[in-house]
């Protein structure tokens, strides 16, 4: 077989410049045909949902927006190590380390924390190696389900530690649930 007649789809068809019969040139056959294609559509089962009345269920391993941890006492646990950074393909993540001072223990773990902690949502790829290089489980997409929202400014994209560390009452929450 030569290799202008291999065809991966198996829709290549020929053009032909060959002059129409009377009834092609009306259309009507063709139209028709489109019509009938159209109504059998109608009747089977449709792929699309009204989303964002309706979601689909999410598989248990979907990577949502990530979030930034908080222990049981509500501390964060993140320690501005950059393992995250460093491991990311994307290059979405860019964070600036601070030291925690005397009387901030109950609001950072570790002895150094995130003061800026940003990831560009446009650049993630959401394929969680930034959560698997984590040494604090400090950083999590797996256990969110969140879906990052759409926006019109690529500015709105950069997520800072406003939108990303997990909020108290869920730490606080969390914690209860373990006890009882
Ligand atoms: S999910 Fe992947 S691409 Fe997104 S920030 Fe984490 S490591 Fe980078
Ligand atoms: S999220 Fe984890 S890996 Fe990233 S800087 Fe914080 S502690 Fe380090």
Redesign the pocket.
Known sequence: MSLDTISLSGKKMEVSNKKMSFWESLYLVAIVKGLLITIRHLFTRKVTIKYPEQRRELSPVYRGQHM?KRDDQGRE?????????V?CPAEA?T?KAAERKPGEEHLYREEKY?EI?EINMLRCIFCGL?EE????D??YLTETKVMVASASKREDFIYGKDKLVMPLEMALRNSKNKVS
């Open positions: 930034l646990n993140c320690t501005a190590c950059g393992l995250c950074a491991a993540i964070m995130a902690y930034c290089a984590c040494p604090k400090a950083i």
